[in-house]
């Protein structure tokens, strides 16, 4: 057969496989080429190892020759796909299919549009259409078979969104509708306790509550007679409301996501002009324009024009119109224009944080910053303001990419591009007629003005220059002399000036001069070097007279041909020195400003820098709230005084890089903190001071840890150390230490980081800082909790803990307490973990970083379910749950445990939604948590019989874990992964695996999981015929369920032949 030419072939996996290529069918007909096909596609875009696809294609009947025979079927495979453009690659270690399943793609795309639909209808529509991509089971004729566990992740995706798509009808008050398709779901999933939740409430809604409550006891039986368990408290309490009829049942079976749950209204529009004049008939021919995208197109408006024309205002004007037509939103956004262009990369985070994406979700990759932004506004109705845009390119990064929103785009420069590529109406503003000027001037000057002779005059004057015609109509309304020689707009421009005070002129010129984008009056008395009650008088007056605008509360700004002009006067009559005093005095003050209000945070331990006094004192804040306030208003200025700072030689440059660490640290926040310290770090380097240099690279490292590069990190605090080093500063050094310390750890080289840390220790003492000695000993804790050096670890922290006391270091004690928590439960000592973590929790509590109290619920709530206390254990998850949801996010450890509290008060149906809901939650970099789901879902399977699925869950954890250097989890999957072995009748596997993990654990310390391993070998013991080996491991098991409490030691000492076995135990 000659090789197939002809467009790539398609792959549809959500049923029976389908392959199909010029639209007409392709018979894979061999069923290891349909089994390597369908691994491949799987793991599409995945390499996947050679060894592994051997392992699936012939499991224990390998071929003589392996490898030559999984390449002649990857050779078969590839003819009849196509060889020159089939997807699949040839790799070093194996192979990999470029191309992914048609149907599948299709299913996840129209699930994220669900996921951001502007109402629940049209979220379960889209979640129906999901649906309907579904020909049957994923795979069928595969099932039972070496691809079990890959075709397991795809069923539970799919059924994740019928459960969404089901619950969202039963809340929008279906009943009867929905009981064919649950009768079929509890029978292909009888386990679990959801699918009878809603088939109990399906059927009571359909006045057929006896056959509800039939559905309870046959749950009920189902689960006592397989497996010893009763139902789950949800189906307890369900079922005592139908006996009773609850009214509330006619209602919602449960609160249901709400589909814009992470989207923000934003209305960011500056305030409509009230006497805005002309164009009226261009403003609705635009409106009329922008109305009609629809479901067809994005509707884009580029207008135009020279600088204070009014392309700003008639953008405003028109969104304003246009709220009720685009309820989703209205979105402002300054480009820079042609001086000071902001990146379209920049613009496109400002807009994703704006609409309610959290900081740590957004790409750092331009190109997936772009694409997340037009998936964010997908299925949306927003109005996007993109004003003062440099040039064509800036803009398109940040256009919609789907029908629904439409866009105004203001620009100087040649915006034609934009009627090319996406068929733009093209605006070009010119002056306005003499008779709009003059019923502005009109309007602006007051009525007494209409009969005035000066206002035509005046109008002339302007040019028809909206901007002038604007301060030509304050000083109308002034009444002042309109007879001054004037010409054009500069000649407006000029007698608006001086017709000033002396303090406003001079406010005017070196707010002008500073560069700042808005500023503030307390910043403008310092610039000015005058009472706050003087810079007040000095802007209002500026204000009043049409030259500076209030953009937001207490901040103004100059327009941008207003700031032109007002640095030509500078330039003109300042002297540069006392320029040059003035710009040091507001960055002088917004540097000491910033210091007070990072003095409010924890884990600020900074020094006032040296600033002379000035007539402006800095702000003071009345605690933390204050403070984060005012951080919140100023971030982006702070940011951009750092770049003015840089280009001046001035410290300030670092002194609010310092100022703003601890603020962008606990905010997430690090592209800020990027931004700022680059800044810093420039100007330091400029000034060649290696100690500064030292601390703005430490700062580049956090910024590169908070955004997930864990290689970055680790180059930028090498760097930082040897800078630190070689400036002589032992402080710094044991600061850029710790840092570097704690990413050798992440990257599995604890023993290492050790060794850094213990220098650490010794050079943050040499230089005096307590503070930092605290914090080297919280990060040697780690390191040596890594390495199963528990008493160590433990001794680390207490005397950390009582350290960062001492020195009012709230939430380095909180978190010390967490650790120590955690730590105690590792050990076994519950009592002291839990006194432990109860004081963690009200310390954090008590501070403005209220994430670190998720991790503290997670681990309270292990603690609990370990000692057997299943209700408390629930209700820490729920609490946690709750404070995630307060905070806006979702905590995949609070899923971990929550489905641990639900194993263990056995409602295993429920415990795997939970564990299937983190998996989904900790992709990405979030290794630990996704590993301890994936050992939840083994327990829970090992409890319930089902032993493959248990063991090929505690085996990928394994990997996972042993991937990311986590001894402690991988230790605990593998000791899962051999009681799966053993409820499968696999002894020696059980033997050999639990032998290996019994080593992990002599090197890694855990008191739970050598406690279960134990009880494991003496099983294993005992089913080989080894009575006394076994009495050695249950008694080992004994000893540490009872120092734990757990319940398990009641089926330990049923095995020693010593008490009896209370209801409901077994003695296996």
């Not at 995630?884 to 795997?912: F, Q």
Request: charged share 25%; glycine share 10%; net charge negative.
């Amino acid at each position: 057969m000659p090789p197939t030419t002809g467009t790539a072939p398609s792959f549809a996996i959500l049923g029976p496989l389908l392959v199909h290529r010029d639209k007409a069918p392709v018979a894979i007909g061999a069923e290891r080429e349909r089994l390597l096909l369908a691994t491949l596609l799987l793991r599409a875009g995945q390499v996947v190892d050679a060894d592994e696809l051997i392992d699936r294609l012939w499991r224990d009947r390998l071929p003589e020759r392996p490898r030559a025979a999984l390449h002649t079927c990857v050779w078969r495979l590839r003819r009849k796909l196509g060889e020159n453009d089939s997807g699949l690659e040839t790799v070093p270690s194996g192979y990999r299919l470029a191309t992914t399943a048609r149907d599948l793609d299709g299913f996840r795309s129209l699930v994220a549009r669900a996921d951001r639909a502007p109402t629940p209808e049209c979220s379960v529509e889209l979640l129906r259409q999901a649906l309907d991509l579904c020909r049957g089971p994923v795979l069928p004729e595969l099932a039972g078979g070496p691809l079990d566990d890959l075709i397991e992740g795809v069923a539970e995706e799919v059924l994740a969104v019928r459960r969404r798509r089901i619950e969202a009808d039963l809340a929008a008050g279906l009943g009867g509708e929905l009981v064919p398709e649950l009768r079929a779901l509890v029978a292909a999933h009888p386990l679990r306790e959801e699918p009878w939740a809603h088939l109990m409430l399906a059927l009571h809604r359909d006045g057929r509550q006896a056959e509800a409550l039939g559905a309870y006891r046959r749950v009920s039986r189902l689960l006592a007679d397989e497996h010893g368990l009763d139902p789950g408290e949800r189906l307890r309490e369900l079922h005592e409301a139908i006996l009773v009829s609850d009214p509330r049942l006619g209602g919602p079976s449960r609160r249901i996501a709400d589909p814009l749950a992470g989207w923000r209204v934003r209305r960011q529009l500056p305030l409509d002009l009230p006497d805005f004049v002309g164009r009226t008939g261009l403003l609705d021919e635009l409106a009329a324009l922008l109305e009609s995208g629809g479901e067809a197109r994005v509707p884009i408006v580029a207008v135009s024009g020279p600088p204070g024309i009014g392309k700003t205002a008639l953008a405003v004007k028109l969104g304003h119109r246009l709220g009720e037509v685009l309820p989703d939103g209205q979105w402002f956004a300054s480009l820079g224009g042609a001086t000071d262009p902001r990146g379209a990369h920049e613009v496109a985070a400002d807009l994703l944080q704006a609409s309610g994406m959290p900081g740590a979700e957004i790409p750092a990759e331009p190109c997936a910053r772009s694409a997340a932004l037009r998936d964010r506004l997908a299925g949306r109705r927003v109005l996007l303001v993109l004003d003062d845009a440099a040039d064509v390119d800036q803009v398109r990064p940040l256009l919609p990419g789907a029908p629904g929103s439409a866009v105004v785009v203001t620009g100087r420069g040649d915006l034609t591009g934009l009627a090319v590529s996406h068929g733009a109406r093209m605006v070009t503003l010119g002056a306005l007629g003499i008779d709009e000027a003059e019923t502005l001037l009109a309007t602006l000057a007051g009525s007494d003005a209409a009969d005035r002779s000066d206002v035509a005059a005046a109008a002339r004057r302007c040019g028809g220059v909206p901007l002038a015609l604007r301060m030509a109509g304050a000083a109308l309304a002034a009444d002042a002399p309109p007879d001054d020689p004037v010409d054009g707009v500069r000649a407006a421009f000029d007698e608006t000036y001086r017709a000033l005070p002396a303090c406003a002129r001079t406010v005017f010129r070196l707010t002008a001069a500073a560069g700042t984008e808005t500023i503030s009056v307390p910043a403008i008395a310092a610039l000015a070097d005058v009472t706050e009650e003087r810079a007040r008088e000095a802007v209002e007056a500026l204000e009043r007279a049409g030259l500076f605008q209030r953009p937001r509360p207490g901040h103004y700004r100059l327009h941008d041909l207003l700031r032109e002009y007002g640095r030509d006067r500078s330039r003109e009559e300042d002297d540069p020195e006392f320029l040059a005093s003035a710009a040091a005095r507001m960055l002088d003050w917004y540097a000491a400003t910033a210091h007070r209000a990072a003095g409010e945070l924890p884990a600020s331990n900074l020094a006032a820098p040296p600033i002379e006094p000035g007539v402006s004192e800095p702000l003071r804040f009345d605690g933390r709230d204050a403070a984060l306030a005012w951080f919140d208003a100023e971030a982006d200025e702070l940011v951009a005084l750092s770049r003015i700072a840089e280009t001046r030689g001035h410290p300030a440059a670092w002194w609010l890089a310092d100022a703003m660490r601890a603020y962008c640290y606990f905010g997430g926040d690090w592209r800020r903190l990027e931004r700022i310290a680059d800044s810093g770090e420039r100007a330091a380097r400029r000034r060649g001071d290696l100690q500064v240099r030292a601390r703005m690279t430490r700062h580049l490292g956090t910024a590169a840890v908070l955004r997930g590069d864990l290689g970055a990190a680790t180059r930028f605090d090498e760097a930082a150390v040897a800078l630190a080093r070689e400036s002589g500063d032992p402080v710094e050094e044991a600061r850029a230490l710790i840092g570097l310390a704690d990413d050798y750890t992440e990257h599995g080289r604890a023993a290492q980081a050790v060794a850094l840390l213990t220098r650490a220790l010794e050079r943050s003492r040499s230089g005096g800082d307590e503070v930092t000695a605290a914090n080297a000993l919280f990060s040697l804790a780690t390191s040596r909790r890594r390495l199963g050096h528990l008493e160590a670890a433990e001794e680390d922290l207490t005397r950390a803990r009582d350290l960062a006391a001492v020195h009012g270091a709230t939430h380095g004690e909180m978190v010390c307490l967490l650790e120590l928590g955690a730590l105690c439960q590792q050990r076994g000592d519950l009592k002291a973990a839990r006194v432990h973590l109860e004081s963690a929790r009200r310390l954090a509590a008590a501070t403005f970083y209220r994430l670190p109290e998720l991790d503290v619920y997670s681990e309270l709530s292990l603690v609990l379910s370990i000692g057997g206390d299943g209700r408390a254990a629930l209700d820490a998850a729920r609490r946690g749950h709750e404070l995630a949801l307060d905070n806006g996010t979702e905590s995949a450890s609070i899923h971990v445990a929550w489905g641990t509290a639900l194993l263990r008060t056995g409602a295993p149906g429920e415990a795997i939604d939970h564990y299937y809901q983190a998996l989904h939650l900790s992709t990405g970099d979030l290794a630990r948590p996704h590993a301890r789901a994936r050992i939840g879902l083994a327990a829970t399977y090992v409890s319930v019989g089902r032993a493959e699925a248990a063991a090929q869950q505690a085996a990928r954890a394994a990997a996972l874990a042993s991937s990311a250097v986590l001894p402690l989890e991988q230790s605990l999957a593998t000791t899962f992964q051999a009681w799966g072995r053993f409820t499968g009748g696999s002894l020696r596997q059980a033997a050999e695996l639990a032998e290996t993990a019994a080593d992990m654990y002599a090197a890694c310390g855990s008191a739970v999981g050598e406690a279960l391993n134990s009880h494991l070998l003496g099983l294993v013991a005992r089913e080989s015929g080894r009575t006394e080996a076994a009495h050695r491991h249950w008694r080992t098991a004994l000893a540490l369920y009872e120092r734990m409490a757990m319940p398990e030691a009641a089926a330990v000492r049923i095995l020693l032949g010593g008490a009896p076995a209370p209801p409901g135990v077994s003695g296996r």
